[in-house]
T-cell receptor, first 111, second 113 residues
């Protein structure tokens, strides 16, 4: 079983709509969860971090965490063409600081 | 906004040669990391570094790899004898005392020929 799983996509969403990205993880001891955005050939850029169950909102982005279901998601409201990128889910295990990464979901926002 | 700086942006080297990838982390950060990403694949952890020593390393980080913080600002990754499969984007990252999310550098694309 992969430690962090994401649908590779591509996920195609019309401009202005809500994009929903999902991630599951296998280690119940995971404590910190991150969404990074990566443009082709560029480094990952931190979008959101979430540590406790529930929703966390930052501008057009909302991260949702459900530890019982081992599930974390990212919603992007009012999607823009500039949101087109690969979105990486990363998870930090209890007791160490390395991030375990999903393979990423490619998001395409259609004008 | 503070940033992590990596040099060079692109390095081409012959198989068997040594390479040193350089990073300048954010000045007040204490934890430093190297990750790599082979083209089209997921980001992979290599090593973490804190208080002038390796705190954690992955299976990828074998004897061919080493890290060093030679002065108060630079953080380097050395690959002693490069192999074709070392071709990848290498990212340096750092974080401060609070929080776990890192700041990544722009990466060094290493091509081994």
């Amino acid at each position: 079983q992969k430690e962090v799983e994401q649908n590779s996509g591509p996920l195609s969403v019309p401009e202005g709509a809500i994009a929903s990205l999902n991630c599951t993880y296998s280690d119940r001891g995971s404590q910190s969860f991150f969404w990074y955005r990566q443009y082709s050939g560029k480094s990952p850029e931190l979008i959101m971090s979430i540590y406790s169950n529930g929703d966390k909102e930052d501008g057009r982005f909302t991260a949702q965490l459900n530890k019982a279901s081992q599930y974390v998601s990212l919603l992007i409201r009012d999607s823009q063409p500039s949101d087109s990128a690969t979105y990486l889910c990363a998870v930090n295990r209890r007791g160490n600081y390395q991030l375990i990464w999903g393979a990423g979901t490619k998001l395409i926002i259609k004008p | 906004e503070p940033e992590v700086t990596q040099t060079p942006s692109h390095q081409v080297t012959q198989m068997g040669q040594e390479v040193i990838l350089r990073c300048v982390p954010i000045s007040n950060h204490l934890y430093f990391y190297w990750y790599r990403q082979i083209l089209g694949q997921k980001v992979e952890f290599l090593v973490s570094f804190y208080n002038n020593e390796i705190s954690e390393k992955s299976e990828i980080f074998d004897d061919q790899f080493s890290v060093e913080r030679p002065d108060g600002s630079n953080f380097t990754l050395k690959i002693r004898s490069t192999k074709l499969e070392d071709s990848a984007m290498y990212f340096c990252a750092s974080r401060g005392v609070t929080g776990v999310g890192y700041t990544f550098g722009s990466g060094t694309r290493l091509t081994v020929v």
